[in-house]
């Protein structure tokens, strides 16, 4: 079974300023990574992902996450925030059963606050 | 590239009534997705199919709420009778077979008075 935690429910940060988002994940398996985003009132967007390839992963907009098996982690990461950064953000893990590929399992969400 | 369609974006019924949502997959797409969430939570998986067949339905409180994808493309979610803590936006998701990501729908939010 897999599970992710996002340590934070609520990040703020200034506008220009590091982005981090925190995401640990437990995984019977080699676990394929997701980071998603989520406007209000709207579905949810790949933001990037990790599928056993490198560790470190870019994404859309900016953003980057690296894979790091020995803390369980998959952070996310942007250099500069923008004021359209802010949303809801979700970490999310898939793993194998015996039926093949099984659905996201999602954290529960991170909403990120970028001050003027 | 045309995206997952769902309709209704807006529901709101009494409790005890029922309601159905449909999704649309993407073209080409073997596997279908329903999630709830709950306002304030990540989503939640509440059945898998796989062409027409469920592959999870493990979480899906099958004394109200059922779904069936019939010809394996389109799909429909069906709640009965309705409860206050069924509010949320039930969300829709394709992907190809394999360990890819998964495109998601706009939403159905679900209002239960």
């Known amino acids: 079974a897999q599970s992710v935690t996002q340590l934070g429910s609520h990040v703020s940060v200034s506008e220009g300023a590091l982005v981090l988002l925190r995401c640990n994940y437990s995984?019977?398996?080699?676990?394929?990574l997701f980071w998603y985003v989520q406007y209000p009132n709207q579905g949810l967007q790949l933001l990037l992902k990790?599928?056993?390839?490198?560790?470190l992963v870019k994404g859309i907009n900016g953003f980057e996450a690296e894979f790091k098996k020995s803390e369980t982690s998959f952070h996310l990461t942007k250099p500069s925030a923008h004021m359209s950064d802010a949303a809801e953000y979700f970490c999310?893990?898939?793993?194998?059963?015996?039926?093949?590929?099984?659905?996201?399992?999602f954290g529960k969400g991170t909403h990120l606050i970028i001050q003027p | 590239e045309a995206g997952v369609a769902q309709s209704p974006r807006y529901k709101i019924i009494e409790k005890r009534q029922s309601v159905a949502f449909w999704c649309n997959p993407i073209?080409?797409?073997?596997?279908l997705y329903w999630y709830q969430q709950i306002l304030g939570q990540g989503p939640k998986l509440l059945i898998q199919?796989?062409?027409?067949?469920?592959?999870?339905d493990s979480q899906l409180p099958k004394d109200r709420f059922s779904a069936e994808r019939l010809k394996g493309v389109d799909s429909t979610l069906k709640i009965q009778p309705a409860k206050l803590e069924d509010s949320a936006v039930y969300l829709c998701?394709?992907?190809?077979?394999?360990?890819?990501?998964?495109?998601f729908g706009e939403g159905s939010r679900l209002t239960v008075l």
């Open positions: 073209s080409g797409h073997a596997t």
């Open positions: 995984s019977s398996v080699p676990p394929y």
């Open positions: 998701a394709s992907s190809f077979s394999g360990p890819g990501e998964l495109f």
């Open positions: 199919f796989q062409n027409n067949g469920v592959v999870d």
């Open positions: 999310a893990v898939r793993g194998y059963s015996g039926g093949g590929a099984d659905g996201l399992t």
């Open positions: 990790y599928t056993s390839a490198a560790t």
